[in-house]
């Protein structure tokens, strides 16, 4: 698997088979339109604990956390993925989204077990379901990704 931290699935595809042993996070892009409603999806996909806030910082906060989930090896699934936070009104909402993801995926590559004792490094990835909207914006914020077959 290349090292990029975003991939593109296509659509109908079982993510399971590409990550057999990874804990798969589904989030249903059609359920999460905003990002109130995103927010509640991968709370709901991550089993994130009650203090989550709904907003980015804590987001952040958990997602460079992680602990909870006894799997080493993560990844986001975002399932109808055009539909993905398609009703937010600026973009750059979304884009703050994927720096987020990008950035924290990359702080779990380079993370030092040996500086947080009984901290469990993790592997993290963003997998979409195959949609033109994302890789447009993908590439348009110049995040590199790569696509599944």
Known sequence: MKSTHFLFLPAGTDPSQAFDGWYIARVDGSQATTLKAFYEQIALALDFPDYFGQNLDSLDEL??????????KIVIFIDHSSDWLSKEKSEDRISLMLDLF????????????????????????????????????????????????
Do not use: Y
Not at 120 to 139: A, G, N, Y
């Open 102 to 149: 990008e950035a924290t995926a990359e702080d779990w590559k380079w993370l030092d077990e040996d500086e947080e004792e009984g901290f469990s490094k993790k592997e993290l990835r963003i997998l979409f379901e195959d949609s033109s909207r994302i890789r447009q914006i993908l590439e348009e914020q110049e995040i590199p990704f790569s696509v599944l077959s």
């Open 63 to 72: 997602l460079n956390d992680l602990q909870w989930i006894e799997e080493q």
